[in-house]
């Protein structure tokens, strides 16, 4: 049993040295920052810290399993953009990918990432001092024990702190642990070189009955990267997880869910129509919605979310309150939202081509575009000319529109 596990373990180090993952290449950050969820600085504000971080040092950040780069990346950018002297502290197995993001750290001149090379399962025995914020993304689902890796990075996660994290979701992969498996019996006792060609053809040819050539929602194999054909499809070791298995996960090292990204696809009452179900629908808790959902889109592929050690007080997510600042996500302009948003009364999102229509407040065109990150609720209510009441009738719904799509957060004044 410790044979296999030595061995499956050296079989991952083994794999993303050879073949870091994802793919980067460090001139590319002369002309685009990689942005996105979790770990955006105004999200993790939002979900983890009130809205009332002001990311100054000392604020400390861990990105566990780094990889090539780009969690940790965005994590230094946006705190060197602010001025602020936050810290990220990157941790990662592979010295070929930790190659990859210190290239990438030259070439935007930042600072203020520290590099270490080793396993997360170390970090209790490491030296840190506990860190305000911990992301780990696509890397506890390739534990022989992802509990374990849980528990080790709970044990440096500062009280009142959170992670953002990221696991395989089982539904939207459908297919892949069945090619997985063939690829095991098929050329398992193969090294990578070996591997990838024969691999290859035997994907290529798969009849069209098979659940991978019949998933619409994975294409990671069609990318003509070795890199992700082999994460995807010839990985030593990964497993996937259902909505309740994210919980459970969490459970076991006494954490608790904050919220899964983007809310939108967690709310079964966008996908339903019926009015009695819609009435079931909404007497569930927010787990089990959660769970529904996924049973019902099949088309997650990914579970990204936030966490905090349960217990832990008070609640960390954002309110509404007149001075706070809605701020939008950097790659969405408050100018280019209002005018999408411009006369009309519906909002239609697809969702890998699954079309749900969302009912636009009046005014939200108006109201988007005085989200300049700088003004308050306050500010925009008076700009508005409303009163409370028909301030809060407006914003409520907007928020909730824009907030569930990922596209909104709120920060408080000052910080
Ligand atoms: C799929 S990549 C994800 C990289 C990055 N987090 C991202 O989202 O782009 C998984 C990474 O986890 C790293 N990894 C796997 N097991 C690890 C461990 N025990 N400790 C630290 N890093 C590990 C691998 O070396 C690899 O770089």
Not at 45 to 56: A, T, V, W
Not at 134 to 143: K, R
Not at 356 to 373: A, K, M, W, Y
Not at 379 to 392: A, H, K, V
Request: include cysteine; glycine fraction near 8%; proline fraction near 6%.
């Amino acid at each position: 049993m410790a044979k296999g596990r030595n061995r499956r373990d050296k079989a991952v180090r083994d794999q993303y040295e050879q073949l870091p993952y994802p793919p980067r290449n460090p001139e590319d950050e002369k002309t685009r920052l990689i942005t996105g969820s979790p770990s955006q600085l105004d999200e993790v504000n939002h979900y983890l810290f009130r809205g009332e971080q002001d990311f100054s040092g000392p604020f400390r950040a861990l990105v566990a399993g780094g990889g090539t780069g780009d969690a940790a990346i965005m994590l230094a950018q946006q705190l060197a953009d602010r001025g602020d002297e936050g810290t990220v502290t990157y941790l990662d197995l592979s010295s070929a990918s930790r190659q990859v993001v210190e290239a990438r750290t030259r070439v935007r001149g930042l600072k203020n990432i520290e590099f270490h090379t080793g396993s997360l399962l170390n970090l209790p025995d490491m030296g840190f001092e506990p860190f305000d914020y911990i992301d780990c993304c696509g890397v506890l689902h390739h534990f022989e024990d992802p509990e374990e890796g849980l528990a080790a990075l709970k044990s440096v996660l500062a009280d009142g702190g959170g992670m953002g994290l990221m696991v395989y979701a089982s539904l939207g992969r459908t297919g892949v642990y069945h090619i997985q498996e063939a690829l095991k019996l098929l050329v398992g006792d193969e090294n990578p070189e070996k591997q990838l060609p024969l691999a290859k053809a035997f994907v290529e040819g798969l009849p069209s009955t098979n659940w991978l050539v019949r998933n619409p929602f994975v294409g990671d194999h069609k990318m003509g990267e070795d890199a992700a054909f082999y994460d995807l499809l010839l990985h030593p070791r990964d497993r996937s997880y259902l909505v309740p298995d994210v919980i459970d996960l969490l459970k076991t090292s006494d954490m608790e869910l904050v919220t899964f990204l983007e809310p939108v696809k967690y709310d079964p009452e966008n996908f339903v129509k019926d009015r009695d179900v819609l009435k079931r629908i909404r007497q569930m808790n927010d787990a089990d919605k959660a769970a529904l959902a996924e049973n019902l889109t099949g088309n997650i592929k990914t579970h990204i979310f936030y966490a905090r050690k349960s217990g832990d007080l008070p609640g960390n997510i954002a309110e509404t309150g007149p001075d706070m600042i809605p701020v939008l996500a950097e790659r969405t302009p408050a100018e280019a939202l209002a005018q999408t948003f411009r006369g009309k009364k519906i909002f239609q999102v697809s969702f890998d081509g699954e079309k749900v229509n969302f009912n636009l407040p009046d005014r939200i065109s108006e109201l988007v575009s005085l989200f300049d990150g700088n003004r308050t609720l306050s500010d925009i209510q008076t700009e508005m000319s409303l009163g409370g009441d028909g301030f809060r009738r407006l914003f409520a719904p907007s928020f909730k529109l824009l907030n569930s799509l990922n596209l909104l957060w709120l920060r408080k004044k000052g910080t």
